[in-house]
């Protein structure tokens, strides 16, 4: 009988290409914040609890109450207050805050995913199913859940965040109780913000990184410390990570510790960082939805659109478009001066769907279009591989653009400031600006380490400038009013 062989698995030290630079200046603050968090986070328990019951107060509290007058604002009524809180500050904050720190909502604050995760101690524990671990299952997740807050008003009516909001939670729950052994399923497969989270974390200025790490790209595995089921002795991205702090011990040389970097820096070496087509796709996606979204709101083409599909069905003798369609999906409130038609939920849904598939294709034009002049250029490596690492180019351009336009609100109160109306076009315009010029910026990085000589990037940059002011020509309306 032969003796078994013992291979030796090679090793590498964390480099700035990976995680980049830790200066020494940095280092006592990155210690002080680690070593809190180490320290406390068994206590983190109690951060969940409180965001959930402030979670159930936010959704479920303005169901019982009267209806706000409409002079009611957030320190008059609840029911505005909880509105204004949740799309006026949660829904782009979050957003904003990944380019800061990275997944930490959904690590230290997230009700949805601690609530999943601590069913899953009590439940069956089954096998995570191949459909969830698929990585079009978030993208789906994701545009669904859109085109149904819309077609119910999830902005303006609190029964339709309860359903929403409520009804992602009660997924949660389920997801949670039934699949995964102590792991976070539906974080990492099903969540519809949590991807779209962790494709912009790619951006973030904070990263935890193996400080040992193991040739070959990120794995997926349920064995191990991570929640959310990444192999850490591989991580080299950032997408999965929530930054829950349960990999770190600093007194541990092969530990996972947290490190600041450069914003933007994982995008801009993508190549050591797995380029996910899958996720290129999926940001292409949630831009046009995102767009669709809002321009069904603003554009009167939406709604010489709904009158002539709505003529020519009544000429069909189908009558039954016309009729009002049901409450949990689509928003009937005569009290509010808004009931809605079936005719609305195919329009709606249709308008959103269309968006999404025009600039999706818009998107992988000026992308294929990159891909192609980086190879005539010298760039290496597959039209594939190509086209997935430039496809992150938009994230910034696309994150601003969906600050701004779903998240309108937040710049509500610089409307009663000196700057006035003025001033929110200015700040909207400034970021878009922002994100463009940051978009650039990826994109000429990208096109370096694919062997692009710099006096010959120029070439390659042009499709996604181009794509770039495309983005910011839709969101016109949100920027600068319609």
Not at 35 to 46: D, E, K, M, S, T
Not at 90 to 111: A, E, H, K, Q
Not at 304 to 333: C, N, Y
Request: hydrophobic residues 50%.
């Amino acid at each position: 009988m032969s003796q078994k062989q013992h291979v030796t698995i090679p090793v590498l030290p964390i480099t700035e290409n990976s995680v980049g630079m830790q200066s020494s200046s940095a280092k006592p603050v990155r210690d002080a914040i680690e070593g809190f968090f180490v320290r406390h986070r068994h206590q983190l328990i109690w951060v969940h609890a409180a965001a959930f019951v402030a979670f159930i107060a936010v959704i479920f509290l303005p169901l019982f109450l009267s209806e706000p007058p409409e002079t009611a604002t957030p320190f008059t009524h609840f029911t505005t207050f909880a509105n204004y809180a949740m799309w006026g500050l949660w829904f782009p904050l979050v957003f904003l805050s990944v380019i800061f720190t990275g997944r930490s909502w959904c690590g230290l604050l997230c009700p949805m995913g601690a609530a999943s995760e601590w069913l899953n101690k009590i439940g069956p524990q089954r096998p995570i199913p191949a459909w969830m671990r698929w990585e079009g299952t978030p993208a789906v997740s994701f545009v669904l859940t859109t085109i149904l807050g819309q077609t119910l008003g999830v902005r303006d009516h609190p029964e339709a965040a309860a359903e929403i909001l409520g009804g992602t939670m009660l997924a949660a729950l389920v997801v949670g109780f039934f699949y995964g052994r102590k792991k976070r399923a539906w974080c990492r497969h099903l969540c519809p913000i949590g991807r779209l989270l962790g494709l912009y974390s790619r951006l973030g200025a904070i990263e935890f990184a193996p400080q040992v790490r193991r040739p070959g790209r990120d794995a997926y595995s349920q064995k191990g410390a991570c929640p959310t089921m990444i192999d850490l002795v591989g991580k080299n991205e950032s997408r999965h990570c929530i930054e829950c702090f349960r990999c770190v011990n600093p007194a541990a040389k092969g530990s996972v510790r947290m490190e600041f970097r450069r914003p933007g820096l994982e995008i801009e070496n993508i190549r050591d960082n797995r380029a996910n087509p899958a996720e290129a796709w999926f940001l292409f996606l949630d831009t046009g939805v995102a767009l669709g979204a809002f321009l069904w709101l603003v554009l009167p083409q939406y709604q010489a659109i709904r009158q002539s599909i709505g003529v020519w069905f009544i000429e069909k003798g189908w009558t039954w478009f016309l009729e009002i369609g049901p409450s949990w999906l689509v928003s009937v409130h005569p009290q509010r001066g808004e009931v809605f038609l079936w005719l609305d939920f195919f329009t709606i849904s249709g308008f959103m769907v269309t968006w999404m598939i025009a600039l999706t294709a818009l998107l992988a034009a000026t992308t294929s279009a990159a891909a192609h002049l980086s190879r005539l250029v010298g760039g290496d490596g597959s039209f594939g591989r190509r086209f997935s690492e430039l496809g992150y180019q938009y994230a910034p351009v696309a994150m601003v653009s969906l600050v701004i336009g779903l998240g309108a609100m937040l710049f509500d109160p610089i409307k009663f400031t000196p700057l006035g109306p003025a001033g929110v076009q200015i700040l909207k315009g400034s970021l878009y600006v922002v994100g463009v010029v940051w978009s650039v910026w990826l994109s000429q990085k990208i096109l370096a380490r694919q062997g692009v000589r710099a006096s010959k990037r120029w070439l390659p940059i042009l499709p996604g400038i181009a794509g770039s002011i495309v983005i910011g020509a839709c969101w016109w309306p949100a920027i600068f009013g319609a």
